[in-house]
């Protein structure tokens, strides 16, 4: 192999998108040119730096697509009844013709139905529609969610009629919406921007727990690497390396298992060991191999399994 083609390669090489016998050639070539492998080594660079740069939308972008997004909400949301005309047609009785002295029987009947309604009801019931700060999230669906600043939150909730909330993270009411907003699998954006706003409070065992089931089940890899960004301070935790170590071997997006390794590697620890050798014995990215095998070195440990 010669030094032009080695170098042409080199992108595809970190990738893990060479075969493995234009990779073993590049490899062998590598080991005898001092200057491709310089090459390399600056490109391993150019990878890391791009991998720690972060794109960060103008304020002015965020805001016309948020406006835009609630314009086309106002606009899609199907027109509902409300709760008062559901429960007026659940009581409405359509009368028939009947003799005259039916008619007051009927209307006595439906003062007598009435007042004993009002007395059986219970006054927590009645008093819950009068408190807009409570809200269910098991009977309301998250649409749109947006940081205001000053640690503030709002949201917009479905419910018979939509209506918008807003509070701190620190609210449960808030908190809870968020976590709601983070499982709905029909809104992949939805999830983004709920999971990117938990993962400021994962001292929370419950908000925790949420993003460790994120990164093992969430279809999305945008999602995904929302959720490890908020365990990144968690990683000597038992239970959250457990977790880490199972998106290591199973998931299928490369840079979702680069950033597990960036956390496992944040701590040595022996247990670690043999998910690296697993990961050695079976992975294709010749990046996270490489990344895998320099952990291995750090702990003293073999790439190979006996």
């Known amino acids: 192999m010669k030094c032009d083609d080695a170098r042409k390669t080199l992108p595809l090489f970190l990738y893990g998108e060479l075969s493995f016998e234009d990779e073993e050639q590049l490899e062998v070539h590598v080991d005898e040119c001092d ?17 720690a740069a972060e ?53 006595l009947a439906m003062l007598a139905i009435g007042f004993f309604g009002a007395r059986v009801t219970p006054a927590s019931f009645l008093g819950s529609f009068h408190s807009a700060g409570l809200v269910d999230p098991g009977s309301s669906r998250v649409r749109y969610v947006e940081p ?7 949201i917009v909730v479905d419910e018979t009629t939509q209506r918008t909330l807003s509070g701190t993270l620190e609210d449960q009411s808030i908190q809870r919406l968020l976590l709601t907003a983070a499982k709905d699998p029909s809104d992949a954006g939805l999830r983004v921007e709920s999971v990117n706003l938990l993962k400021n409070q994962p001292q929370s065992a419950e908000v925790r727990s949420a993003l460790l089931d994120v990164v093992q089940h969430d279809s999305n890899a945008g999602v995904r690497l929302k959720a490890l960004d ?62 895998c095998q320099r952990a291995l070195h750090d702990m003293n440990a073999s790439a190979e399994t006996y």
């Open 55 to 107: 794109i960060v939308p103008s304020a002015e972008l965020l805001a016309d697509c948020r406006a835009q997004l609630r314009q086309r909400l106002e606009h899609a949301a199907p027109e509902r009844a409300s709760f008062w005309d559901k429960i007026r047609q659940g009581f409405t009785i359509n009368f028939h013709f009947a003799p005259g002295i039916m008619q007051p029987i009927g209307a």
């Open 35 to 51: 200057a491709c492998r310089d090459a390399l080594a600056r490109e391993k660079l150019l990878f890391k730096s791009l991998d």
């Open 148 to 154: 205001m600043g000053s640690g503030r939150v709002q």
């Open 230 to 291: 908020g365990l990144k301070d968690f990683a000597d935790d038992p239970e959250t390396r457990k977790t880490l170590a199972k998106v290591l071997l199973k998931d299928d997006c490369p840079g979702v298992r680069t950033q597990v390794i960036d956390l496992l590697i944040q701590h040595h620890a022996d247990s670690m060991m043999g998910v690296f050798q697993e990961v050695m014995g079976k992975e294709q990215n010749g990046y996270i191999r490489m990344r």
